[in-house]
């Protein structure tokens, strides 16, 4: 299994990911023909070697033919130029999820539908190859998973169509948003609304550790060299073992607390708003304390990026005083959902692999409840329904 990690310790940006993915392997010329694919002229992708701090890689540079002329363009239009090209499926699906989350940034910073967001800057030249290219590397990579670090921002003040702004932008904060980041390294604009919107859609698991062998190191070298911190975006491409391909393995936080005196009503609230802050799972088990007092053990598992989060929740949802925290070592099946049409309606199944096999294949229970209720039939026979569809192929 092949994995894309990358470590943003200074921060991302289209340009910079392009260098980086470059770096790793991908053909600058073949990227150039599969640009060419858009159907649009204007731009060409220059590449070079460059060095930040001593740190060397390759700086990518989109070149705008005739800047004055440029246009900008809304959803729609990029829409238009993206479906309308013969780039791959995938290519296009992970294209337009890009450019998707930054219009739906935009439109909430000004209270307007994501329509008529007028994509400033993302609808240039520059930022669509940056996107489209983007989506093309990752492609052209065949990576399993992406991984990434904590996001380094940056710091001071930023100028941009809302005039000038401290850093992050008012989309980027939106964009990284449930994302871990970082910030205060340099004071400047480390992580551009583009660069954010590629981790946000293409990146499966925010973490500072991994335990996979090192394949490949490359680097992504920046347009800006004014500070100490050498402005580049470091990835890896880290193999995993045969036998990793069907366990994914991590770090994880396990956070644990007794309580006594909290009402019983209050526990389900407790679980909904952990959950809805990231927490992997959670869960009550009856214990005695002293003087027999009988309780309950409240336990949070979560990635280590969200434990402030969770404790927090804790703390301010529940009655304990106190939270013993420690990392655990995370095993878990390599799984994918496959949506099922039956009889009744639609139904989502999760299926989990083990030696290359399926070894379980589990029926989405709230798509069961859902169309049992609808058809007043059991949950069973909606179950049964999903798995002999899946068993047809269906």
Known sequence: MKILYYDCF??????MNLGALIDLGVDPDYLRNELSKLRIEGFELRTEKAARRGINGTL???????????KHRHLRHIEEIVNNSTLSDQIKKTALDIFNRIAVAEAKVHDIDIQKVHFHEVGALDSIADIVGAAICLEHLKVDKVLSSAVQLGGGTVKCAHGIMPVPAPATALIVENIPVRTGLVQHEATTPTGAAILAATVDEFTDNFDYPIGKTAYGIGQRDVSEVANVLRVY????SQQRDDVNSGVAT???CNIDDMKPEHFEFLMDMLLDKGASDVWFTPIVMKKSRPAHMISVLCVPERTEVMKEMLFKHSTTLGIREQHIQKHMLKRDEQLVKTAYG??????????????????EFEDCKLLAVQHNVSVSDIEKAALNALQDGN
Not at 10 to 15: H, L, P, Q, V
Not at 60 to 70: K, L, R
């Open 10 to 15: 200074a921060g991302i940006s289209g340009d």
């Open 60 to 70: 990518a540079t989109i070149i705008i033919e005739n800047p004055e002329n440029e």
């Open 237 to 240: 491409l880290l193999e995993s």
């Open 254 to 256: 396990l956070l644990e």
């Open 346 to 363: 639609d139904v989502h199944i999760k299926i989990s692999y083990y030696g290359g096999k399926v070894l379980n294949s589990k029926p």
